[in-house]
């Protein structure tokens, strides 16, 4: 399950126009199947580890304040007990997940 939802458009012209399409589109489908150290040598170490269900999910997390409030991204990579990629998602605010599609969209 993948979403990004938009926070109201007084909080998104502080987040400048956003792209149609993000990098965690396109980026975050080509970790499965791959070790989660993969992963991390593009988004630095996960914020969290949490079992969910008898499953491992790292999680990275990033927050941006603002005037009118604080705005965040979730990535959440979900792995088999070999630490393999499986299945992943993600949400926040455009702005916030801007961080991520810097780190994505780098070689």
Known sequence: MKKLLLMAPLVLGACTSAPASTSMDTELPKFVGLPVSVAARKLGFPNHEKIIMNRKVYIWRTSLLIDSG????EIRLIVDGSD???DYDFDGSVGACRYFD??????
Not at 70 to 73: A, D, E, M
Not at 102 to 107: A, H, T
């Open 84 to 86: 393999i990629v499986q």
């Open 70 to 73: 604080r705005l965040h991204c």
């Open 102 to 107: 810097r780190l994505l969209s780098r070689n």
